[in-house]
């Protein structure tokens, strides 16, 4: 068993003070690994070098040149390392801004923050993006998105939902009859209805799950299953109702021995922004292994190698 | 700047809790007591004495207000003691509840609020209604006014000092393009009105005003006076760019009672005591040559009269 670090061993290693001493790295992977949230905060309040307080919205923010060393010196395992220590609002408000500029193929991934978020988490991703970007994700994101995606995906993290255990059955029902005549149409017709827009950008995800309820009686079908042209409207779907067979599916596709660089990239995304939730990971493996019928474990341990595996597979049996 | 005044010596908040039970005892109630306490009380102490009231009496004050004051007073009075999170998100609640089109009660707390007093608006309506702000919002209104009006509820602007001019500029010539077609309602104006920070929005509207040597609220008083997505569009841009004129201008309609905008002196009153009555006051008697005062104590009387005069801080308290 490896032993554990101290937070200062941990500060150097990373800094890459100690060139040619070389880094327990085994031992840097399972005391972060295995470190609990508030953990993280101490180090990243410790390292003054490498995180700058932003006292006015109470987060650690990185400095930009601690993200590119890192990133020049440890690749997959190191992006890991720097995504982890990160806050995660800082994590979430640059996924999105990547996601911003990467273009079409990418405008999932702010789906996914927006919407398996709790309204508090996604709100701090909103307080780091001003910090980091000098603006605000909604104008970002409307400035930058043409077209018929622009309305839902600004909708979506503008949302700031109810997370109470109220809810109007007869609203959900009712919502959930135009649901089922809009979702029919062509293309991204879908999501250019108003009346979409407002249903999966106002409700609450308790008010949704009454409404998918409805929804499946009503026509007999299941509303997850990719009943949309519109792939956007799907995955926002499947990420307000069943996060975890999102992210499942999700881990499928870049564990898939021809996924493109790109994807792979998810693993560690998925991986690290749903750790820090106690149960998530767990359940999101449970529901892998239901759907393919292999351990996740399992799959990692064959299909990724080296101190990258190893922090995976820690951050997984943390969940445990 | 703020008009309330807060006394540098100021009781317990259970002395004053104590005080405010003995204004509801007996017969009647001693209004001027209420007054002296509650209307020189800042919005933290305001708390602090809610939960001695109740620590005390067992009851929530403003229960025990409703019970014991009547009509406009009352309502200055409730609207004053909630937390302004509370306040804002019972003022929106209303709104939608009775929204029409010529109601901009939704848009004014949108834009007059500071990010984070928005924020606490939305967090205060969950507790409150069990629902969010804006579902509420986008079940109550219809088409153009929807748009805008969830748009704006839902904004979190970035609120830095820093403008990007080029941005400005262009984003002053994609509005004048839309405007001169008459597209109040297009996406892009809606997009920028509600999603860009303060700064930033009045960069661009200085910028329009540069090129077309005209004010946007000029080229916009143009247009038909009937339209009511119109008017709320004039007054949304008023409200993010010189919010006092935008108070002072519903607060002259409503002492005047030429407006459908009930309850309007009570609000701003009440919602502004602790932010910029003083400068609306001072624009108020600018534009109208008599002070705001005076012009209050004209239209108003009794109890609500000394209440408001008494956020005002022309009381002798």
Redesign the interface.
Known sequence: MAHTLDLESIVEAISGKNVGMGVDEKALISTLGNSHKDHRKLFRKASKSFFEEDEERAFEKCHDQFVKHLKLEFSRFNNAVVMWSMHPWERDARVVKKALKKGDECYSLIVEVACTRSSEDLLGARKAYHSLFDQSMEEDIASNIHGARRKLLVGLVSAYRYEGNKVKDDSAKSDAKILAEAVASPGEKAIENDEVVRILSTRSKLHLQHLYKHYNQIKGSDLLGGVSESSILNDALLCLLKPSVYFSKILNASLNKDADKGTKKWLTRVFVTRADHSDELKEIAEEYNQRYGETLAQNIQEKTRGNYRDFLLTLLSKSN | MATLKVSSHVPSPSEDAEQLKSAFDGWGTNEDLIISILAHRSAEQRKLIRQAYHEASGEDLLKTLDKELTSDFERAILLWTLEPGERDALLANEATKRWTSSNQVLMEVACTRTSTQL?HA??AY?ARY??????DV??HTTGDF??LL??LV???????D?VNMTLAKQEAKLIHEKIKDKNYSD?DVI?IL????KAQINATFNRYQDEHGEEILKTLEEGDEDDKFLGLLRSTIQCLTRPELYFVDVLRSAINKTGTDEGALTRIVTTRAEIDLKVIGEEYQRRNSIPLEKAITKDTRGDYEKMLVALLGEDDA
Do not use: D, F, P
Not at chain 2, 194 to 197: G, I
């Open positions: 924020l939305r967090q969950h069990k629902k969010s702000i804006e579902e986008a079940h929807r748009k969830v748009s839902s904004s979190y602007r970035y609120e830095g820093e996406e997009r509600s999603t860009r920070s």
